[in-house]
């Protein structure tokens, strides 16, 4: 895992929103621009773990760190690298990183339409602490409720 903590360049950008795009679109969900990318990794608060090579990602995370706690804005993998634990590396990497910077929680929000999603996230040590009811509206128009989880970071 690379882990990207100041700006990149518009090249992984590119290939990051590409990337989102695949992993996300076929969901229903908006997908990240190359410029959202850009503009998160200039953030001081903000962190990009990309799996497989930036010139060829396969995964990526992308995190704010508002220490002690931070919010896993975006995880994904290509469709074509699926079943090969990439996302639990992913997961991992970023907490083990985070965990070293001080950060005690990581929180985040699944649609409840994703079981696997929420499966993967509990077999992580993930709990659920609250529900928000019709929080993602996807591009047919439709409305999800979002599951929020925690994570705590540092006490394995």
């Not at 990526?60 to 896993?72: D, F, I, R, S």
């Not at 699944?110 to 040590?125: C, K, S, T």
């Not at 019709?134 to 994570?151: E, H, K, P, S, T």
Request: with cysteine.
């Amino acid at each position: 895992m690379q882990r990207f903590a100041g700006p990149i360049d518009a090249a992984l950008a590119d290939r990051l929103a590409q990337l989102h795009s695949t992993i996300f679109a076929p969901l229903g969900e908006r997908s990240w621009t190359a410029e959202e990318f850009l503009q998160s990794a200039a953030l001081a608060s903000r962190h990009i773990w990309v799996a497989g090579r930036s010139d060829a990602p396969t995964g990526l995370a992308v995190t704010q760190m508002v220490a002690p706690e931070a919010e896993l804005l975006t995880i994904g993998v290509s469709p074509h690298a699926r079943r090969q634990r990439l996302a639990t590396q992913l997961l991992h990497s970023l907490s083990s990183d985070l965990a070293a910077m001080g950060v005690q929680s990581l929180m985040f929000e699944v649609r409840a339409d994703n079981p696997p999603a929420v499966q993967f996230y509990r077999a992580a040590g993930a709990v659920q602490t609250t529900t928000r009811p019709n929080y993602y509206r996807l591009a047919d128009g439709r409305r999800v409720d979002a599951l929020q989880f925690c994570i705590a970071l540092g006490q394995k």
